[in-house]
């Protein structure tokens, strides 16, 4: 073939391989599809695709490789690392139609070791830009490559490197049109759910997958994370949305009220119980069922729950029937449960039944880009509510709510705004109308302070920032209503 017919050739190869590679927005399909198009094309036994990576010792990354086994491979790496290097370094090709005998190759053992004779090296570049090489060689032939395989192989490398840029512009475009398809459709799904975090989209992603799933959820988090929020959201969602939603503190029921209140009594079956009532299990038939703190239900009443969950029934205190039900199970809890189940505190078969999805809500001090998006909101609907004319934040104020550690996390947050919204004289909240005091190390730590006096301090110190309102008080805390009332009385604090 003389000269005119390899430029001829050249050129039509370059066509066809532009239609070829530009269709490919896939990257790691084009790269592929770049060294085997440059092989076959310059008839070469070997070859790899560099692309550059300052993450990486060597400064790159193998991007595709063509015949060469595991075993060699590391191999031909090093014997073509010092043509690479070179290639990055300068932005300049690399040929040589002998390498046994090219000077440039003489302190290169590996190439010598490996026999190499021919190398043509090309950087993928954009604008001056070195974004990589591309490498190709043979042991065979004296003279594989020339001066024409070498212009083929620059253009060649060029319409790659477009290609390239391209096909993983599209890949960004299409890894962020889902993040935002995902958090268009959980907002539209999850109206008045507010958040726009990375973490805070899984959560919603993951409960717009169970919502018409009917198994059981446990949703884990914080005091204070919107857990019920979300359970409300997978029922009015789901196929049961038509039916009741009952929602049950287990830590706020009396443990020897929560049996009748669950399961209903007949009756009867105890002095008050002057006729029959059906439980709020039962209530729930068709619906679902939310389990608020089920860390804190009594054992004897786990044994109970699990029997709903496994023979879908229930029995009446004081009946000898059974009653079939239809409910779906939601649970919550700020405890971990595993720990409980390890301690003997709680039942592991339980666990499981409940446990077939787990959402985890993460604290508000975890998804801190949400704050203004939830301040602002909250601000918005206290201001309709008390009928006031507060519009906005100040940023001062903003900067205050950002860095605050937020124990009570988001209920906590919407406390602050509907108190600040009320005591604000102006248009805009500032600083000042937060009351957000920052608990210094040296109110609550002494030297040989106990551990008891300390959880004392702190207890008395949280309810009198809730203004003696035990239930917020317990939520800031993270503790049990009737955990706090048994201190507080130990302690003998709010005594008349």
């Known amino acids: 073939m003389n000269m005119s017919d390899t430029r001829n050739d050249n050129f039509s190869a370059l066509y066809e391989v532009t239609q070829t590679i530009g269709a490919i927005l896939e990257p790691k399909r084009l790269l592929e599809q770049v060294l085997e198009i440059a092989m076959k094309h310059l008839d070469a036994e070997r070859g790899f695709l560099l692309l550059t990576d300052p993450l990486k010792e060597a400064g790159f990354t193998v991007a595709a490789f063509r015949n060469f086994s595991g075993d060699d491979q590391s191999s031909a790496l090093a014997a073509s690392s010092s043509v690479v290097k070179k290639v990055l370094a300068s932005g300049e090709s690399v040929l040589t139609v002998d390498a046994a005998t090219d000077e440039r190759f003489e302190a290169s053992r590996s190439i010598v070791a490996q026999r190499i004779l021919s190398i043509i090296c090309v950087p993928l570049k954009v604008q001056d830009l070195v974004r990589g090489a591309l490498y190709l060689d043979s042991a065979k032939t004296r003279g594989k490559f020339n001066d024409d395989s070498l212009q ?281 109308d937060l009351q957000l005091q920052r608990v210094r190390e040296s109110d609550l730590l002494e030297s040989g302070l106990t551990l008891e006096e300390f959880e004392r301090r702190l207890v008395e110190r949280t309810l009198k920032e809730m203004k003696g309102n035990r239930t917020q008080t317990a939520e800031t805390l993270g503790v049990s209503l009737r955990w706090l009332q048994y201190r507080l009385k130990e302690w003998e604090i709010g005594k008349e």
């Open 152 to 432: 083929f192989l620059t253009v060649f490398g060029n319409l790659a490197t477009i290609a390239l840029d391209n096909a993983q512009s599209y890949e960004r475009l299409r890894v962020e049109n889902d993040r935002l398809r995902v958090g268009a459709e959980s907002a539209i799904l999850f109206e008045g759910i507010i958040g726009q975090s990375k973490d805070w989209i899984a959560v919603l992603d993951l409960v717009r997958r169970v919502v018409d799933v009917d198994v059981s959820v446990l949703i884990t988090g914080e005091t204070g994370t919107g857990k019920e929020l979300i359970a409300r959201s997978i029922h009015a969602h789901s196929g049961r949305a038509s039916k009741p939603f009952v929602a049950v503190n287990c830590s706020a029921i009396p443990e020897q009220l929560l049996e009748s209140e669950l399961f209903g009594y007949r009756k009867g079956a105890f002095t008050s119980a002057t006729s029959d009532r059906i439980g709020l299990i039962e209530h729930a038939h068709g619906g679902t069922l939310f389990l608020d703190e089920i860390g804190q239900l009594a054992q004897p009443l786990q044994s109970k729950l699990l029997r709903v969950l496994q023979e879908r029934e229930v029995r009446r205190v004081g009946d000898v029937e059974n009653r079939k039900v239809d409910v779906r199970i939601l649970a919550a809890t700020n405890r971990d449960l595993q720990e409980e189940v390890r301690n003997g505190l709680f039942r592991e078969d339980l666990f499981f039944r409940l446990n077939v999805v787990e959402i985890h809500l993460p604290p508000l001090r975890q998804r801190t880009e949400d704050i203004p998006l939830l301040a602002n909101e909250f601000l918005r609907k206290a201001a309709t509510n008390y009928k006031r004319t507060v519009k906005s934040i100040s940023p001062q104020a903003m900067q205050l709510l950002l860095t605050h550690p937020w124990h009570g996390n988001v209920r906590e947050l919407q406390n602050v705004i509907e108190r600040a919204v009320v005591l604000c004289g102006e248009e805009e909240v500032r600083e000042q």
